[in-house]
């Protein structure tokens, strides 16, 4: 009965999520505003200082903020979304700041790029199908030699007041919390034993070696997957 419970619930914040990425994709930047505090940019950006360039794609760009922000540091960016409505609001957000910048709708299982292309591939927040062995096999793919993949997988609250507390007991009870250690290294596969270790094996299989960085912030950290590639994975 409780597995069964667990599926139905899982199956639940999937169709959630589903919506607010596509029909309710206006309503993205209010909802992640009032989970984060106003804090959701700050997590976003906590991944500039780790892109090198010049050539950056981001995928599952959403409302396009970090587009931007890419564009404005001087990257030659490029932006793919499954989501019609995301590659809307993104399109109308960079165009209303003069900035030029691609974006294609394309799933990250099958990016429609050309190979070892890109010097760096950003996803921030994804869902559990943007890191399938078969997504990160395709950003190995279009990443160049030694090319880099960082992902932000979540961000976590230091403070202790209580709508905090709530907002990471929500976290945790939607499964969206990875159990880890900080400064984890990648383990060998016989050392799984957490959803964590596995996501990480992931990467090791689909040719990248992997850094696991705690970035502080006020009242709240970071948590950010640095990815190397170190061979091609076909």
Known sequence: MRARLKEYWVRLLRFGFHLLY??????????????????WRN???????????????EIAHGPGH????????????????????????SRKRLKKAGAGV????????????????????????????????????AMNHVLKENGRLIVVPEAQFTGSSLPQRFIEWLFTVTGQRH?????????????LNSRWDALCAQ??????????????LQQSQVTLLLAQKTSPVH
């Open 43 to 57: 997590w976003q950006r906590a991944a500039l200082p780790y892109i090198q360039g010049p050539y950056v794609l």
């Open 179 to 191: 159990q880890r250690r900080p400064s984890q290294k990648a383990p060998a596969p016989d050392q």
């Open 102 to 137: 691609p974006l294609l709708q394309g799933a990250a299982q099958k990016l429609p790029l050309r190979s070892a292309h890109f010097d760096s591939v950003l996803v921030t927040f994804p869902t559990e199908f943007l890191l399938a062995p078969e997504s990160l096999s």
């Open 66 to 89: 970090m587009l931007l922000a890419l564009y404005d540091a001087g990257y030659q960016v490029m932006g793919i979304d499954l989501s019609p409505q995301m590659v809307a609001l």
């Open 22 to 39: 596509n029909q309710l994709a206006w309503t993205y930047d209010t909802v992640s505003w009032l989970v984060s505090f106003g804090a």
């Open 203 to 216: 990467f090791l299989s689909a040719g990248f070696q992997l850094d696991v960085h705690t970035i502080t």
